[in-house]
């Protein structure tokens, strides 16, 4: 079993509405001291063998979970024990 | 400087939608081998000061971020070089 993270965030300089969403009611809440705010994505894959699997993700990740006009992303690959 | 991040997941046993069309995306798209498909949520904090921050990120995650009762929170707490 091979479980993998991959993590998606957007460029910056991209507006990220519902961060400032969040950052505005950090403030309404009377946190003091937020700068900034941003949301990703957080995407765990389970693959049942690792063949060709940086090959794979690399390609999911670009053809289906992130759009690369707008984000980046990155990936740790975790040999995991077979349950 | 302080960089906060908080990765937030759905607790085992809880439905992911979002999680299952992407699996019926990737066997559609021909991907073999993929057993399990979970989406959560990447939220990066910028603060500017490291006053009581754990205190401050443990409480913000409790009563703003994450839904306790369907979700896990963890987060990692950087000191980054000041800009």
Redesign the interface.
């Given at each position: 079993?091979i479980n993998v993270n991959v993590?998606?965030?957007l460029k910056e300089g991209v507006l990220d509405p519902e961060?400032k969403a969040?950052e505005g009611?950090?403030h309404n809440?009377g946190?003091e001291?937020?700068?900034?705010?941003?949301?990703?994505?957080?995407?765990?894959?389970?693959?049942?063998?690792s063949?060709r699997i940086e090959e794979?993700v690399e390609e999911?990740c670009r053809?289906?979970?992130a759009n690369p006009v707008i984000e980046n992303y990155t990936y740790t690959i975790e040999d995991g024990v077979a349950k």
């Open positions: 079993m993590h998606i965030t961060g969040i009611s950090l809440l946190y001291g937020i700068e900034d705010v941003r949301v990703g994505k957080l995407i765990n894959l389970t693959f049942d063998n063949d794979k999911i053809k289906l979970l």
